[in-house]
């Protein structure tokens, strides 16, 4: 016997994980699917560059790339992260689990980590911050990628 699986289309996965109480604009939209789309986190520029790309009408403000970005940050399906070596943020969206990244100091790319390193951090908290909530974490690695490295 058979068995085919089917994956999930996208209209229902964004169905599925859009945050409740943010309304769905045609601009939020094509912003969570470049989002969704991606294989790294990406600057507000990089988001704007790639919504303008699809030459659509009328073409999308920067302030608009913004604003979307913050509502999701609010609802907590986005993560924002500024590297040490830059004062540039990028965003990611929060959906199935976090990322944690070994980053390149020249090309600033960065490659995601297999696992989390830092594993149950209630157990790192010391006796005087009981009652302490934990709601997040974010942990970069810095060195040079093969390529940046080899050019030294």
């Not at 608009?64 to 940050?73: D, W």
């Not at 908290?125 to 942990?139: A, N, Y």
């Not at 060195?143 to 080899?150: D, E, I, K, L, V």
Request: charged letters at 25%.
């Amino acid at each position: 016997m058979s068995c085919k699986i089917h994956s999930e289309s996208e209209t229902k996965q964004l169905e599925r994980n859009w945050p409740e109480g943010i309304k769905k604009t045609k601009q939020r939209i094509a912003i969570y699917r470049i989002l969704s789309d991606a294989d790294a986190p990406l600057s507000a520029a990089e988001i704007f560059q790639l919504l303008n790309e699809r030459k659509e009408q009328p073409p999308y403000a920067f302030s608009t790339v913004y604003r979307c970005l913050l509502a999701f940050e609010t609802a907590g399906i986005l993560s924002k992260s500024v590297l040490i070596s830059e004062e540039t943020a990028v965003y990611e969206l929060r959906i199935g689990g976090h990322r944690h990244y070994a980053i390149c100091l020249k090309c600033h790319k960065r490659f995601p980590l297999r696992t989390c390193l830092l594993g149950d951090l209630s157990k790192m908290l010391g006796p005087d911050t009981s009652g302490f909530e934990i709601t997040g974490h974010q942990l970069e690695i810095y060195g040079y990628c093969n390529t940046c490295h080899s050019e030294y």
